[in-house]
T-cell receptor, first 117, second 112 residues
């Protein structure tokens, strides 16, 4: 079945560091990928929609200069948290839909737990 | 997309069927009902989806009422590994690129 791979699974770094998270669709092509963030005991919140070969679409309140998204190929999207601070600590999850048919389910990576000290 | 309402939490005895309800009274004709679950510290896992007919796969069954205003996810023989937060999501199929929007879900605890 369709698999979305996310790397790394966990990052611990100092405040001010920039962190890159990779999201890959392993056995299918994804023209669109989605990035979510989840704080403890809360639900997933959509951050942005990543489109291959074009600029990402960010949800209201998400800083595009803070969270850089690059979708350079049909199987890879990256999220870079620039100059991360403790309040950016969260669980980041990427997702992709297999194909363009509306009936296809959306598949999720296993998430990246980011801890900023 | 239509809003969904789910109970905050439920308990189920191991080996028994877990029936998770979801209300989506404002669902429109082109909206599907999706179910996902999230086990602690993992990404959401797709379970099942349907439009108006009941659906069954290796994981679960989805029962949608005739008026489509509510549905029930059934895990026929719950195990401890089914403990997770279950999300019922309604999504329009007007565009293949619209993302899933998550509510608060139901926290299912399977008890030995």
């Amino acid at each position: 079945g369709a698999v979305v791979s996310q790397h790394p699974s966990r990052v611990i770094c100092k405040s001010g560091t920039s962190v890159k998270i990779e999201c890959r669709s392993l056995d299918f092509q994804a023209t669109t990928m989605f990035w979510y963030r989840q704080f403890p005991k809360q639900s997933l919140m959509l951050m942005a929609t990543s489109n291959e070969g074009s600029k990402a679409t960010y949800e209201q309140g998400v800083e595009k200069d803070k969270f850089l998204i690059n979708h350079a190929s049909l199987t890879l999207s990256t999220l870079t948290v620039t100059s991360a601070h403790p309040e950016d600590s969260s669980f980041y999850i990427c997702s992709a839909r297999e194909g363009t048919a509306p009936n296809q389910p959306q598949h999720f990576g296993d998430g990246t737990r980011l801890s900023i000290l | 997309d239509a809003k969904t309402t789910q109970p905050t939490s439920m308990d189920c005895a191991e080996g028994r069927a877990a029936n998770l309800p979801c209300n989506h009274s404002t669902i429109s004709g082109n909206e599907y009902v999706y179910w996902y679950r999230q086990i602690h510290s993992q990404g959401p896992q797709y379970i099942i989806h349907g439009l108006k007919n009941n659906e069954t796969n290796e994981m679960a069954s989805l029962i949608i009422t005739e008026d489509r205003k509510s549905s029930t996810l059934i895990l026929p023989h719950a195990t401890l590994r089914d403990t997770a937060v279950y999300y019922c999501i309604v999504r329009a199929h007007s565009s293949g690129n619209t993302p899933l929007v998550f509510g608060k879900g139901t926290r299912l605890s399977v008890i030995a």
